[in-house]
């Protein structure tokens, strides 16, 4: 059975007291946690595995903001999601822009979850659904 310090999440926040905070309360909750400050700096990340297996070590899920700076969510979720290598990856949308229109966008891209930010708890939540089954 997975446990929480066996698992690494990727985390793409531009909001620096957001990135903080999902940062801490991952963190304590027992998660090893690599953060960017947008999905540019996630991407290369994420590009710097040559394979899913590498991939699938390295990061067990990338949990992602909408708007950011240099890409933003929706193009890093892309990326992830046309590359063979990457879309795999589960990815976790935490954004205050949840609406009709974005919902449907990220159904479509078959992104795994979208959270209304700030429900943090309802963050770890998730994420243990996601990554610890």
Request: hydrophobic share 45%; proline share 2%; with cysteine.
């Amino acid at each position: 059975k997975k446990e929480r310090k066996d698992i690494t999440l990727l985390i793409a926040e531009d909001s620096k007291m957001l990135n903080r905070l999902i940062v801490d309360t991952l963190s304590k909750a027992g998660y090893n946690v690599v953060s960017t400050e947008d999905g540019s700096e996630a991407w290369k990340h994420i590009n710097a595995c040559s394979s899913a297996e590498e991939l699938a070590e390295k990061f067990q899920c990338l949990i992602t903001d909408i708007e950011m700076p240099a890409m933003d969510g929706l193009t890093l979720a892309k990326n992830i999601k046309s590359d063979r290598r990457y879309s795999a990856l589960p990815i976790a949308v935490f954004s205050s822009l949840v609406n009709d229109a974005l919902i449907r966008k990220v159904k479509d891209m078959n992104i795994e979850i979208m959270i209304t930010k700030p429900d943090i708890a309802k963050l770890v939540e998730t994420i243990d659904e996601i990554v610890l089954n």
